[in-house]
Every structure is written in C-alpha cells, then in structure tokens.
C-alpha cells in the first residue's frame, strides 16, 4: 500500500446535522490541475540544477466553510512539497517538506457537488510563507493563517491571510 507523506485535507461528511458521518475522504491536492498549475509553470536555478514543484500541497493550514448549496470550499496556501530536475529525476525528499522559496498561492479549493470532485479557484500570490506579527509580549511568528468565511446566506466567500 502507497502511503502518501504530504498533508492534504480529509473531509468528512453529514446529511443529517451531524448525527451521522461518513468515512474520511483524502482530498489530494496534486490531482487537481486548476490548483496546483499556477505552482507547477515554474522553472527554479538552485545554483547546481533547475527544478520545479513535481508535487504540490496544503503549506501547514487550511480553513474551510460551506457554501449556500451545501458544497465545501477548503482555503489553503499551496506549496511546492516535491520537486523535480529537468531531466525528470525527483531530488526533493518523498517526506513533508515544504519548499517556501518557490512560489505559493492562496487558493479556494472547493467542490459543486458535495465534494466528489473538486476545483481550484486562484485567490493570490503569497509572497511570504511566515510573517510575524506584533503581540503585547514581542512579536509571533506564524504560517499564512489561512481563514475564509462566508455571508449568512452562502452567497458570497471572504478571505484572509497573512503575507
């Protein structure tokens, strides 16, 4: 059995306010083109080859809400997890690293039917993968803190993050 060392979200999911659930479905962020190419069209000179993102996935956070038909919408900083020479050769370590010199994006990654099959809407470039923030103790040091809501209704989807 193939066991995949990056993080992706699992979804879980009820049709009856929570009283029953369905098995965890792993949503692979890799396999969904609209989400991942906007990473993937880089080229990178690491100063002894050039790479790009073979693999890409969730960076360490994601937040999710529900749209007004009910269909998930999962926002997330996208990074490069694995990464590839020219010739084909995979030089990344097949473990979680997050490559955060190449570039990420903010994306919605969502689904018009209940989650069966998912797109990626492209939010922004994220130009930082930490930032820090002023605290009354010094200062914090934080990934994106990727965080969406939504209007009452369902209608309309905000999002924020730190950059």
Known sequence: ?????????VI???TDAGANWSSGTEVIIDNIP??????KQYL???????ESASEVSCAFDFDM?????????????????????????VTGAKGYVVYSGYPKSAVD???TDGGGTW??????????F????????????????????????????FYSWSD
Do not use: W
């Not at 059995?1 to 992706?8: L, S, V």
């Open 65 to 89: 809400t529900v749209d007004a038909n009910g269909n998930p919408h999962i926002f997330a900083t996208l990074c490069a997890v694995e990464r590839r020479d020219t010739v084909g050769v």
């Open 109 to 111: 990654i969502y689904s």
């Open 130 to 157: 930490r930032t820090t923030v002023p605290v009354s103790s010094g200062t914090l040091s934080i990934d994106n803190y990727n965080q969406i809501s939504r209007t009452v209704d369902g209608t309309r989807m």
């Open 12 to 14: 879980y999911k009820s």
């Open 119 to 128: 797109i990626g809407h492209y939010v922004a470039q994220v130009n930082q």
């Open 1 to 9: 059995m193939y066991k995949r060392q990056t993080y992706n979200p």
């Open 44 to 50: 990178f000179d690491t100063g002894t080859a050039i």
């Open 34 to 39: 609209s989400a991942t190419d906007s990473i």
